[in-house]
Structure formats: structure tokens, C-alpha cells
């Protein structure tokens, strides 16, 4: 960052209720959003770090709706972990620092929205899995998100994206990028558009489910990526989840399916060796496992019978949102190189063929583990732990 950068953001870093003087402050993270950024502080000889992030208002149109979000849902998190007499209350989940005047937010002469937390010490975040352990915990950390935020009390959280998880509606988007094709990029894509083309069967499935009243509105996260959820780095245990942009009425299943996406196989979201991408059935049982074992109560069973479906909902969509950022001149998601967002999308594509090859073979596990009640499930992994 050049010292002009570090100014602004030393003046941003200053309209927050922070305590001590600024020793540093650097770009932070993998998110393909917003940006991101770690400050630290000296306060009475100690040091202190906080996250600043600048909110992408054009993904987010509403800033202000979507902190009220955010506190309400931090809230009532904090309320019932405190409850529950959970200990470490301040890396149990995310804790908003206000504004010097109160507020949520703070919003810069240019017209920009930004937030701060505070950063969270102690704290592993991965970018993908390495053990079914850590899928387990990943997996436990979301399903204890929605489980935490049952009884949210009304009215309705504001939809920070309509029509988020609408895979018809990223089915139409998809449609209309091809139709402009912007960039003349469309001959280069040419079998991940058929491969779009001839599952578009997928968009269909939940909707029809929804209509016949089999799957209920939920407080779902609807960015359950593994990178996106805290561990502790000294147990590896989860600690909480982050990026609460998206939380919003929704489907349970949209979460486990982002997470199966990102969780059941070792390979990067980017991953241009199509042979390593694929479910690894070890890992979709500890992330079904850590889910279940904090949503069995809940969920109902047609819920539970389509877990392992939205996996490939999920990747297909997924899939579609690459490829159509792709075409559009990769304007939505951040690249690092030429062609991210269709390698991306082709690793999806792939996800979506293997998790529809072993389906069946993760129904039963699914009801298996469902029927085995309340487990100790990191003991039942046995030899898969490492
Ligand atoms: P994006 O929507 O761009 O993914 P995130 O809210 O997920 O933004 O933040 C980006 C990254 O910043 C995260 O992946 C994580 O590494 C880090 N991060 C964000 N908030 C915190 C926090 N409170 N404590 C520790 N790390 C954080
Ligand atoms: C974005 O914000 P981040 O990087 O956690 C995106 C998700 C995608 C994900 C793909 C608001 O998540 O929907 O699944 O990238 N978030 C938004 O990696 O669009
Ligand atoms: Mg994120």
C-alpha cells in the first residue's frame, strides 16, 4: 500500500470507537468481496487488532439494512452463548465495534460503507479441508449457527441479496450473459455452457419442494464456504463463523450444500487438475456428522434426504455464477489471474458430476448417522481422524 493508502484508511481506523494509537494497518484475507483489512493498536502497552472492511456496495445495495442484520444476529448469538454459559464469549462469535457516533457503520466522504470487528486472536481459517476432523468442525460451527438463530425473535431479517440462492434466477443470468457475450468469450467456454445447459433439470427441484410446503423458511448463512468459519489454533475445535452478510431467510440446505461444496473434496475452488476434484467420502461424512449433530432435532426429513442433493445444487450454481462472471468481464467476484472464474467454474462443473455418482451412497450415510441419534461423532470417526 502506498502512504496515501495507509492515510485513508489511518482516518477511517480513527472514526471507530477504538482505543491506543495506530501501529499498523494491512490488506487481510481471502474473501472475494469486500476489502478487508487488519489493524493493530497499542492500548496501555498491550496490543490490540481490529478488522476494518470497506463493504462492496455493489454487491450489497443496502449497507445500512445489512448492518441491522448483522447486530441483531451478533446479539441474540451472544445472548444465548451466554445462556448457555459458553466461556470465551469474545471468540464465540463475531463482535461489532461501533462507530465513534454510535453507529453500526461508518460511511467515508466517498460515499463508502465501512464496519469494523474485532479480530478475532487465536483463530485458524483454512481455504480448504486437510482432515475430516476439521470438516467436522467446520460443519458443526454452521450447523450450530442456524440451530443458535431458531428462535431469532421477529420481524424477518432484511434480504441483503434478494434472490440469492434463486437458481433459476442465476440460471436466467447465465442466459443473458451468453445471449451479450461482452467479451467474446463465449467460443472458449464452449462445453461448460452445454454442461450448464444440460442440467438445468437441477433449478427445478427445490422450487418444487418449497411449493408443496416440505421445506421450511429457516435464519440460514447462505455463504457457508469453508473459509468463512473460525478455528481455534491451538485445538483445532470451531470457534465461530464469519462473513454474516448473507445471513437472511433461507434454506437449510443451501448452507450444507456451499458447505459440501467446499468440504467434501481437498481440492481448491480454482483447482485446474480436474482429477483432484471429487467428494471424498470421508469428508462428507464428518461434515454430515458435525451438521447433524447439531441439527437432527430440527431438521425435518425432507430436509435430511436432500442434504447430500444440495451438494450438487450448490456447485452447480456456484458453477453458473463463475461462468457467468466470466463472460460478463469478471466483474463480481475477485480474480489474481486471467481466467480464475472459469477455472473456478469447471471445478464446480466436475464437483457436480461426482457428487451425483456417490448420491445414493450419501442418502444412506446421511440416515445412518441421523438414525444413530445424538453421537459422539469426533470418537466415531476413529481412524479417519488426523
Ligand atoms: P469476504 O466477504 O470478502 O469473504 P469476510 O468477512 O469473509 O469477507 O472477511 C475476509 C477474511 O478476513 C476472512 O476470510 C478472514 O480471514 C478475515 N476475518 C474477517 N473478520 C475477521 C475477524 N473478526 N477475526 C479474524 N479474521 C477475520
Ligand atoms: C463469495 O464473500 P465470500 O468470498 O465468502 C460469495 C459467495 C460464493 C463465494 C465463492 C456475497 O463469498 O456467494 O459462494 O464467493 N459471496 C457473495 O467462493 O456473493
Ligand atoms: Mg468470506
Redesign the pocket.
Known amino acids: 500500500m502506498n502512504p496515501q493508502q495507509q492515510d485513508d484508511l489511518a482516518a477511517v481506523s480513527s472514526r471507530f470507537a477504538v482505543h491506543g494509537e495506530l501501529v499498523r494497518i494491512r490488506p487481510y484475507g481471502n ?3 469486500h476489502d478487508t483489512y487488519l489493524a493493530s493498536y497499542r492500548h496501555r502497552g498491550q496490543c490490540k487488532r481490529y478488522v476494518h472492511q470497506r463493504i462492496n456496495h455493489r ?1 450489497f445495495r443496502d449497507p445500512p439494512a445489512l448492518m441491522g442484520n448483522i447486530q441483531r444476529v451478533t446479539r441474540h448469538l451472544k445472548h444465548k452463548l451466554r445462556q448457555a454459559g459458553v466461556e470465551d464469549l469474545s471468540r464465540r462469535s463475531l463482535t461489532l465495534v461501533p462507530a465513534c457516533d454510535g453507529s453500526s457503520f461508518y460511511q467515508d466522504p466517498d460515499g463508502n460503507y465501512w464496519r469494523t470487528y474485532d479480530f478475532v486472536e487465536g483463530a485458524s481459517i483454512y481455504d480448504t479441508v486437510a482432515s475430516p476432523r476439521m470438516a467436522y468442525e467446520a460443519a458443526r460451527a454452521f450447523g450450530r449457527f442456524q440451530n443458535l438463530l431458531l428462535d431469532l425473535p421477529p420481524p424477518r431479517l432484511d434480504e441483503t ?1 434478494p434472490g440469492f440462492h434463486d437458481t433459476k434466477l442465476r440460471y436466467r443470468k447465465f442466459l443473458s450473459a451468453l445471449e451479450r457475450d461482452l467479451w467474446n468469450r463465449a467460443h472458449g467456454t464452449g462445453e461448460e455452457i452445454r454442461f450448464a445447459q444440460s442440467f438445468e433439470s437441477l433449478i427445478r427441484v427445490l422450487p418444487r419442494l418449497r411449493n408443496q410446503g416440505r421445506l421450511p423458511e429457516r435464519v440460514t448463512h447462505n ?1 457457508t ?1 469453508i ?2 468459519v473460525l478455528l481455534d489454533a491451538a485445538t483445532g475445535k470451531m470457534l465461530c463463523v464469519i ?1 454474516l ?2 445471513v437472511m431467510p433461507g434454506l437449510s440446505i443451501h448452507d450444507f450444500g ?1 458447505l459440501m461444496r467446499t468440504g467434501s473434496g481437498t481440492h481448491r ?1 480454482d483447482e485446474r487438475d480436474l482429477s483432484r476434484v471429487g467428494v471424498e467420502l470421508p469428508l462428507f461424512e464428518a461434515l454430515a456428522r458435525g451438521y447433524l449433530a447439531e441439527t437432527t432435532h430440527f431438521l425435518t426429513p425432507t430436509e435430511r434426504r436432500y442434504l447430500p442433493f444440495s451438494g450438487q445444487l450448490i456447485a452447480y450454481e ?1 458453477g453458473l455464477r463463475f461462468l457467468t462472471d466470466h463472460l460478463e468481464g469478471d466483474v463480481y ?1 475477485k480474480i489474481r489471474r486471467e481466467g480464475q472464474n472459469l477455472d473456478r467454474c469447471r471445478a464446480q462443473f466436475k464437483l457436480v458430476e461426482s457428487i451425483r455418482q456417490h448420491q445414493e451412497q450419501m442418502v444412506r450415510l446421511v440416515e445412518e448417522i441421523a438414525g444413530r441419534g445424538p453421537s459422539h461423532p469426533v470418537r466415531d470417526l476413529g481412524s479417519h481422524l488426523n
Open positions: 474473501g472475494h468481496i454487491v441479496i455463504d464456504k473459509n468463512n462473513d452478510d448473507t456451499d475452488e456456484l467476484f
